[in-house]
């Protein structure tokens, strides 16, 4: 099939890359809104259960029911309603139903999916590679998403995203098997020492568990080597936007922020350019 594709123009299956990208970060942003609901309703489901109360009736909620509606009112929306970027611009923003703002997420999410897909088909063309590049990107946006809004990175992304690292680098697509593994076991216990030195030492939690996962998915990705440029990277841009963050929003150092999306940046460059910012590094210093 994508010996195919490689027939067309290069525009067109550029072209083709950022409209699927732009179709798919419309699903992620039903990812990032209804997954957390799935795993509160469970959760909720479980607590009642162990305490012997029966569960309280709810509406079922997943990936794929109720169908896209407004969060405020509950009103359906329409399929030319629905359409990545043009919808939003086309209604300015909110919604035609009750007037509420409609999250600018949604735009940025489907344009950030298409940018990269397009992005990606352009930079390394077609091939397994690239298609392999784009499902990891995506995997990221929805973590990303996700750890933004509920500083939550659900198991139920983190260790296939490492399962699927590892199966990857059998054949050695971006690093051989031996380093990914070792990446993925030095990814988790890198912070998880972090994690509980930091906690002997202050008596407080510095990080979520779901942030050792995410390493040990990145690290099976990109290989052990790439792992201290990855936590070098997320460790500064984090400590410069969170301190941009809670100066703008007026908030206390005692108030929690979201890593996952540095890492998640991190190992996205780490993946497309770790090898060349690395040597660039030894070159220079």
């Known amino acids: 099939m994508l010996e195919g594709f490689q027939t067309y123009p290069a525009e067109i299956v550029v072209a083709l890359a950022a409209v699927i990208g732009l179709l798919v970060g419309s699903f992620l942003n039903v990812v990032i809104y209804r997954l957390p609901l799935q795993m509160q309703n469970a959760w909720r489901s479980d607590a009642l259960d162990f305490l012997g109360h029966s569960p309280e009736p709810a509406e079922t909620v997943n990936l794929w029911t109720p169908a896209s509606r407004c969060p405020s009112c509950k009103s359906p929306i329409k399929p030319w309603q629905n359409i990545p970027v043009f919808s939003y611009l086309l209604l300015?923003?909110?919604?035609?139903?009750?007037?509420?703002?409609?999250?600018?997420?949604?735009?940025?999410?489907?344009?950030?999916?298409?940018?990269?897909?397009?992005?990606?088909?352009?930079?390394?063309?077609?091939?397994?590679?690239a298609l392999l590049i784009i499902?990891?990107?995506?995997?990221?946006?929805?973590?990303?998403?996700?750890?933004?809004e509920h500083q939550l990175l659900p198991?139920?992304?983190?260790?296939?995203?490492?399962?699927?690292?590892?199966?990857?680098?059998?054949?050695?697509?971006?690093?051989?098997?031996?380093?990914?593994?070792?990446?993925?076991?030095?990814?988790?216990?890198a912070l998880w020492s972090?994690?509980?030195?930091?906690?002997?030492?202050?008596?407080?939690?510095?990080?979520?568990?779901?942030?050792?996962?995410?390493?040990?998915?990145?690290?099976?990705?990109?290989?052990?080597?790439?792992?201290?440029?990855?936590?070098?990277?997320?460790?500064?841009v984090g400590?410069?936007?969170?301190?941009?963050?809670?100066?703008?929003?007026?908030?206390?150092?005692?108030?929690?922020?979201?890593?996952?999306?540095?890492?998640?940046?991190?190992?996205?460059?780490?993946?497309?350019?770790?090898d060349r910012i690395s040597a660039a590094y030894l070159n220079t210093f």
């Open 92 to 129: 300015r923003g909110r919604c035609p139903h009750c007037g509420e703002p409609i999250s600018i997420q949604y735009p940025i999410v489907e344009l950030l999916s298409g940018v990269i897909c397009a992005g990606v088909i352009y930079y390394f063309g077609l091939n397994a590679a």
């Open 135 to 148: 499902v990891f990107s995506w995997i990221l946006i929805a973590l990303t998403g996700i750890d933004l």
């Open 155 to 189: 198991d139920s992304l983190t260790i296939p995203l490492m399962w699927l690292g590892l199966l990857v680098n059998i054949s050695g697509v971006f690093t051989d098997l031996t380093s990914a593994v070792i990446g993925a076991a030095a990814g988790y216990l």
């Open 194 to 236: 972090i994690y509980w030195l930091f906690k002997l030492v202050t008596g407080k939690e510095g990080m979520g568990h779901g942030d050792f996962k995410l390493l040990a998915a990145l690290g099976a990705w990109v290989g052990w080597q790439q792992l201290p440029l990855i936590i070098v990277m997320s460790s500064l």
């Open 239 to 274: 400590a410069i936007l969170g301190t941009v963050i809670l100066l703008a929003q007026r908030k206390g150092r005692g108030n929690p922020i979201a890593f996952g999306p540095y890492l998640a940046i991190a190992g996205w460059i780490a993946l497309l350019a770790g």
